[in-house]
């Protein structure tokens, strides 16, 4: 992805309202004026985005949000993760074992500038260190989960906005970051076990640790 210059303060997307409120009870993000919801689900987050980046300009973007685990062991209830990369399940052709994706196919999502054609992965900001899957509809059982886990090996959690936010910004050669906190085991539908609390508390505490030290970089402005 490119780094676009800083032009504008950094924008916070948060996906729903319910997490944005969870965010903000505690404290929120001081000092950060550009807080914004995209929308729940990979289309309503890319196109939000996108109007987002043309009104803000920002220099840096952060999507902070929850997500499934699909590797526990990597990823437990309660923690928050900053993601290498993200990843698109459900683009292509097929369903279950006969799911063939873009890569597969030979058709890119986008073959235009900026960089090389865009299939099912996208490179976030290098301070993250684990594979995130973006998914139009979120595992409904363990079966489901275990599934996608084997199709996708690296990701240690799924989302619904993650890849639609990182195409806006790759088009607009902004850099992302994505900090997901891990409220419940994906395939398990049944709320009363998830850790939504706990999750968003850890993604904000991750969110400002990366804006503190965004700030302190070289070049690095916090408006």
Known sequence: ??????????????????????????????????????????????????????????????????????????????????????RLDGVGVGEGPLFQPPSRLGFPQWEGQPGAPVLDTLELAPSGAVELLTVCAAAASPVEARARRERYPGAVAEDMEGFGVALACHLAGVQLTVVRGISNLAGQREKRSWSVRAALEAARLAALEWLAHEARAPGGHHA
């Open 1 to 86: 992805m490119q780094r676009g210059l800083p032009s504008g303060p950094d924008l916070i997307l948060v996906p729903t309202s319910l997490e944005l409120r969870q965010l903000e009870e505690p404290g929120g993000f001081p000092g950060t004026p550009a807080v914004r919801l995209c929308g729940f689900g990979p289309v309503a987050a890319a196109a939000r985005t996108s109007q987002c980046l043309a009104e803000l300009r920002p220099g840096r973007v952060l999507l902070v949000g929850i997500a499934g685990a699909l590797d526990p062991e990597r990823a437990p209830l309660g923690s928050a993760h900053r993601f290498a990369r993200v």
